[in-house]
T-cell receptor
Framework: DVKVTQSSRYLVKRTGEKVFLECVQD?????MFWYRQDPGLGLRLIYF???????EKGDIPEGYSVSREKKERFSLILESASTNQTSMYLC????????????FGPGTRLTVL | AQTVTQSQPEMSVQEAETVTLSCTYD???????LFWYKQPPSRQMILVIR??????QNATENRFSVNFQKAAKSFSLKISDSQLGDAAMYFC????????????FGTGTSLTVIP
């Protein structure tokens, strides 16, 4: 089974702090994604990566950056956390085949005070 | 960007009954994939069913089936013989077959199963 893990299930940070959310996958998938999930808004893509050191902006990249130094790890960085970044963050990978299945991590619920 | 619309924020169904969740999407492309994902409370999102746009036959997976109407850009999910474990948030998603790997998700439908 594909496993996508995220470093924390719950995280509480203060406004202005630098926040790192880590995602690790064990299936050697090339594509990895970071989404933000908010009630009534569904999943919105922040960034995705199609290879090591390669990244593309999604629909809501403002206030975020990403890092992919190794294939299995994709990090989301909040340079200076703000209260409007309080949300559920989901990491996902994409199967490298025509089947197109995305595999999701358990999510990190981030609260910024 | 493509848009995916789920017009039912909440639905409920009696156990053992059938329920249909609606999804519409907007695209000018002819080749794409559609998905239904399930997110149980406090659990990971998992794929329920997928449909390739070039296939006319509706996909089925056990108690789950879709009604894919390409001309109407509609992709509804039917859950038959509903079980308590079907209670979850359901998301409809779209992905182009030709222009990159981005998925577009709807806003979700929260399904309650009544015992």
């Amino acid at each position: 089974d594909v496993k996508v893990t995220q470093s924390s299930r719950y995280l509480v940070k203060r406004t202005g702090e630098k926040v790192f959310l880590e995602c690790v996958q064990d299936m050697d998938h090339e594509n990895m994604f970071w989404y933000r999930q908010d009630p009534g808004l569904g999943l919105r893509l922040i960034y995705f990566s199609y290879d090591v050191k390669m990244k593309e902006k999604g629909d809501i990249p403002e206030g975020y950056s990403v890092s992919r130094e190794k294939k299995e790890r994709f990090s989301l960085i909040l340079e200076s956390a703000s209260t409007n970044q309080t949300s559920m963050y989901l990491c996902a990978t994409l199967e490298d085949s025509s089947y197109n299945e995305q595999f999701f991590g358990p999510g990190t619920r981030l609260t910024v005070l | 960007a493509q848009t995916v619309t789920q017009s039912q924020p909440e639905m409920s169904v009696q156990e053992a009954e059938t329920v249909t969740l609606s999804c519409t999407y907007d695209t000018s492309e002819s080749d794409y994939y559609l998905f239904w994902y399930k997110q149980p409370p406090s659990r990971q999102m998992i794929l329920v069913i997928r449909q390739e746009a070039y296939k006319q036959q509706n996909a089925t997976e056990n108690r789950f089936s879709v009604n894919f109407q390409k001309a109407a850009k509609s992709f509804s999910l039917k859950i038959s013989d509903s079980q308590l474990g079907d209670a979850a948030m359901y998301f409809c998603a779209y992905r182009s077959a030709n222009t990159g790997n981005q998925f577009y998700f709807g806003t979700g439908t929260s399904l309650t199963v009544i015992p």
